[in-house]
């Protein structure tokens, strides 16, 4: 069992950065690959990130956002910079045995997290 806790979204400016992160509890956290994900109202839940002995980042954040994780800490991050008023989501982490892109392949979620971006 894995248990996810966001933190860090808020309100930013457009141009601006915030720093998410996910905190772990649980067993075999160095052994998951963790993801980031994003939703807005009415949408599916879009990829946006993950790691593990990889990194992948989805196309429209490619260059902006940064995933890490510390393993030491059981935590998990995104760095996001030069934020535009389309990256406004709640954000989640999850956590699969796979590396993945698809929502369905993950099993632990965390609550999410509101991250609003101003025009």
């Known amino acids: 069992q894995v248990q996810l806790v966001e933190s860090g979204g808020g309100l930013v400016q457009a141009g601006g950065s915030l720093k998410l992160s996910c905190a772990a509890s649980?067993?075999?956290?160095?052994?998951?690959?963790m993801a980031w994900f994003r939703q807005t109202p009415g949408k599916e839940r879009e990829f946006v990130c993950s790691?593990?002995?990889?990194?992948t980042y989805a196309d429209s954040v490619k260059g902006r956002f940064t995933i890490s994780r510390d393993n030491a800490k059981n935590t998990v991050y995104l760095q996001m910079n030069s934020l535009k008023p389309e990256d406004t989501a709640v954000y989640y982490c999850?956590?699969?045995?796979?590396?993945?892109?698809?929502?369905?392949?993950?099993?632990?979620w965390g609550q999410g997290t509101q991250v609003t971006v101003s025009s």
């Open positions: 999850a956590a699969s045995r796979l590396i993945s892109t698809r929502s369905s392949d993950y099993d632990y």
């Open positions: 649980g067993r075999a956290f160095s052994n998951r690959a």
């Open positions: 790691i593990w002995w990889s990194v």
